[in-house]
Structures are given as C-alpha cells and as structure tokens.
C-alpha cells in the first residue's frame, strides 16, 4: 500500500515539474513577442529616403510617394583568365662522368707573311712668285726627296722692257748698277733690254728688279700666248753614288724654247737625295 502511494505521489511531482517548464518556456515566447510589438524602428534601418509630412487635425495624410528604386550597380568584371601554369622544369639528371680525353697536339698552323702595304708615292707641292710646280718620286717620303730647292723663277727671261722708275731704282742701287747697265739702256723715257743675259747672271737682275719696285708675279713671259705647263722626267742615282740627277728629259714643252731652257736649268740647280741602293725615278710639272 505504502509502495503505490509512493509511486502515485512521485508521478504527480512529475507532472507538476513539467507543468511549470512549460509554463515558463510559454511566458518567456510570450515575452519577447509583446517587446517586439513594443519595439521602436530606427529611421537608419529604413533604406532609401523618409519624407514626413506634418498634418493638420482633421486634414487626410497624403500618400506617401513611391520610394525609388535602389540603384543596381554595375556587374562585376570578369576576373582575368589565369594564364596556365607551366610544371616545374625537370631537375636535370647530372650526366654519367667520362675519363677526361688527353688534347690532342695539333700542327703548328703556318701563318703566311701579310703583304706590306704598298708605300705612298712622295709628292712635293710648292708656289713661287704667281707659278706653281709639282714634284714626285716613284719611292715613298723619307727615302728620297729633295734637300736643296733653287726658285726657277730666276732663271726665267728678264722682260724687254721696264717702266722708267724701276729703271732709276736700277741705276741708284750702286750693287747691281753696273750689271744691269750691261744689258739694259735707256730710250724714250723707259729702259729697253739689248741682249738677254745668261742663266747664271738671272738670278741677280731679278732679286734686283724686285727689290726695285718690278711685279714679277705679272712678269713679261707669263703672258706669253700660248704658254703650256713643263713636265720633265728624270732619276736620282743611289745614294752610294751621290745622289746625282740622272736622264733629265722634257716630257711636255711650254711652247717656247727659252723659257724650256730656264726650267730645266733651274730644276738642275736643286739638291737631291736617295737613302735607297738603286736609282728612283720622279717628275716634275711647273705651270705659269
């Protein structure tokens, strides 16, 4: 007896203990439902725009304008396509070791001698007095040229006639006086030449006649008609033989005997040397 009672009296503890769970769980939904209700909404939970409109009493609230639309923004461009990845490159596999080779010893190659570079001819170029010369050799600078130059100009024609105060000049300067009175005389206020002196009293007249006041860049047989440029060919002996000119000969006449004469007269008058063991050939080209 005292064993059901017992039993009955925990089960009504049972129930009771259930009942108020229940109860609880019941007042506590029912709780946060009525503070939901209750709740006030902030005006920053609400998206876009608010207009409050302020009425009057008895006036009719207008209805609210519709809200705008939300702006969709752009969609996202596309992400770049990934460039494919290459594998890793294979770790080489170190190759099997070999023996070393012993070199083999190759013939000494046989370098052929170059070729020197021909020499440059020597030329010689010079200007004297309104003329104007060219000299060459067929050997190149240093081993043969010319040590000693005479002007050729003054183994040239004196002029046949002279203005009358170079003539005084003449007579005044007490150094050539006497050599000039030989060849020259005066006549009609001016001083005529009587016979053309020899190539190796030239040179004296005309450091005289220059000195006197005579242009001999005009002189009388540069304006000769016709005059031509001389070309003379020759050769110059080794210098174990002195270095002497060898076969002078005319190549190109300028058209008059005498003024032939003076050039190869006075081109004779020069030095010349040749450090070679044979003879070098060379021209020479004087023009008016």
Not at 13 to 25: E, G
Not at 70 to 87: I, N, Y
Not at 251 to 276: H, K, M, P
């Amino acid at each position: 007896m005292r064993t059901d009672l017992r039993l009955r009296e925990d089960r009504k503890r049972a129930a009771l203990s259930l009942a108020l769970t229940v109860a609880i769980y019941l007042m506590v939904l029912l709780g946060f439902w009525i503070t939901g209700l209750l709740r006030l909404e902030e005006l920053s939970d609400v998206a876009g725009p608010v207009k409050v409109h302020l009425t009057t009493r008895g006036q009719q609230e207008s209805p609210a304008s519709p809200p705008r639309p939300l702006e969709t923004p752009p969609p996202p461009s596309p992400a770049p396509t990934p460039l494919p990845t290459q594998p890793p490159a294979a770790t080489p596999t170190s190759a099997p070791t070999t023996p070393p080779v012993p070199p083999t010893t190759r013939p000494a190659a046989t370098t052929t001698p170059s070729t020197p570079p021909s020499p440059t001819p020597a030329v010689i170029t010079g200007r004297e007095e309104g003329n104007t010369y060219t000299l060459g050799f067929s050997e190149a600078a240093g081993k043969v040229g010319r040590s000693i130059y005479v002007p050729i100009y003054l183994y040239m024609p004196l002029p046949s006639q002279l203005p009358r105060f170079v003539g005084e000049n003449m007579v005044k300067d007490l150094r050539s006086k006497a050599l000039f009175l030989r060849y020259y005389q005066e006549a009609g206020g001016a001083f005529s030449l009587v016979e053309q002196p020899p190539l190796d009293d030239r040179p004296d007249l005309w450091d005289a006649l220059k000195g006197a006041g005579y242009d001999i860049g005009q002189a009388e047989y540069r304006h000769r008609p016709g005059l031509r440029p001389v070309t003379i060919q020759f050769s110059v002996d080794s210098h174990t033989r002195g270095s002497t000119l060898l076969a002078v000969t005319l190549v190109s006449s300028s058209g008059y005997s005498d003024i032939d004469e003076a050039v190869l007269y006075g081109f004779s008058r020069a030095t010349f040397f040749n450090n070679t063991e044979r003879p070098i050939k060379g021209s020479f080209t004087y023009r008016f």
